[in-house]
């Protein structure tokens, strides 16, 4: 499996970035997907996900922000981040799940590179 991120960047706060994460490898749909981000000194977070039956879900710091949805044609996943604040500055991580029909999972999940974001005040 191998997951391709890109879309970080520096921007203010109250702005707006996209993420992107292409996956290759097997049949992206029965997967679960999501982001995770990780701040130095802390542990990996889980930000939001969605499912291989296309329920999503957010960390309670990111509702209404943030949001999380794929294009199972390209086999892509994004994340478009709104209204960013600074305290959502992170490493963003794309990650898939290693079995099908699955959550998430931080010991077990396919991880991408990470994407720096980083949001001034």
């Known amino acids: 499996v191998q997951l391709q991120a890109c879309g970080g960047g520096l921007v203010q706060a109250g702005g707006s970035l996209r993420l992107s994460c292409a996956a290759s490898?097997?049949?992206?749909?029965?997967?679960?997907t999501g982001w995770y981000r990780q701040v130095p000194g802390k542990q990996r977070e889980l930000v939001a996900q969605?499912?291989?039956?296309?329920?999503?879900n957010y960390d309670d710091s990111v509702k209404g922000r943030l949001t999380i949805y794929r294009d199972t044609a390209k086999s892509t996943v994004y994340l478009q981040m709104n209204s960013l604040k600074p305290e959502d500055t992170a490493v963003y991580y794309c990650?898939?799940?290693?079995?099908?029909?699955?959550?998430?999972?931080?010991?077990?999940?396919?991880w991408g590179q990470g994407t720096q974001v980083t949001v001034s005040s």
């Open positions: 969605i499912t291989s039956g296309s329920s999503t």
């Open positions: 990650a898939a799940a290693r079995f099908p029909g699955a959550p998430l999972n931080l010991n077990t999940d396919y």
């Open positions: 490898g097997r049949t992206f749909s029965q997967y679960a």
